[in-house]
């Protein structure tokens, strides 16, 4: 049975989404903790707060720092989060509504202009560089926003990936889904950037797991022990994979003090964030 078939079996059946929705809240809150906690790590250029820096990339024994190091890979589950919600209602577009995608980019430009204008009065046009004003006023062609900059790219062509999802049968889509993982997750983890891998090509990969969870796995979303097991297996598998991280630091030098040794690992810790974020999405959608 192809995906048309199923939407013209079920047109009139109205699903209850409110669960799905109200998962932006927490993609949101896991975003702000984690920004909040890079702020304690990572060095701005415009803000002098050295004294306050902690060394959250390097290996520890303290458990007020790896608990630190922990909140700030929330980021990380809060996008995915954020992306998949989305993704769960983009499948059902048959067009692109220009209007929005305007009003988006207008929105970003003017809170970034905004901004700028705040900080050129506040510190009175003093230390800030020709280049940061410059991306200030073209937030999306330099990527000061990824996320949204992403967005903006992926949501012109969710019409014409629909199309293709929905002239798939069930047993095509899982072999795309499949083939996708494969490649942009297990070979991209051997090889880092292989086979022209980008944000915006994972996104196309989990759009596509997604179109088959939301059009072939109604019964397993339904599955209140399958997706609380899935989600517990997901976030152990994240913090153990810190934890190990965090030990080998400790053992191989050159893993120590640098941002890579808690990246060592970027696309199991991927892997891990996904089966988190399809559990909450199925497990929100049963609770609605």
Known sequence: MSVLSI?????????????????KFLAAFLIIISHVVQTLGTKNTYVAYSNYMLPLAESTTSVENFTLACLRYFGVFGNMIFFICTAYFLLESTKINLKKWFSLL?????ISVIILIIVLFARGGANLSKDLILKSFLPITFENNWYITC???????????????WSMNQKLLLKCCCSLLVLYSFFDFLLRKSFYSSDLVYWVVIYFVIA????????????????????????IYHLGILLLTNYLGFKIPALNGSEYSRAVTPQIRQAG?????????????LLA
């Open 151 to 165: 967005y903006l790219m992926f949501y012109p062509i969710h019409v014409f990936l629909n199309r293709l999802i």
């Open 7 to 23: 939407k013209a079996a079920t047109k009139n059946i109205k699903e209850r989404d409110s669960g799905i929705e109200s998962l």
């Open 273 to 285: 964030n996904r089966l988190s974020g399809l559990a909450e999405t199925a497990y929100a959608s």
């Open 212 to 235: 088959y969870l939301k059009y072939y796995l109604k019964d397993f979303r339904n599955n209140r022990k399958a997706n609380v097991v899935l989600l517990s297996t997901g976030i």
């Open 106 to 110: 207008a929105e970003v430009w003017s």
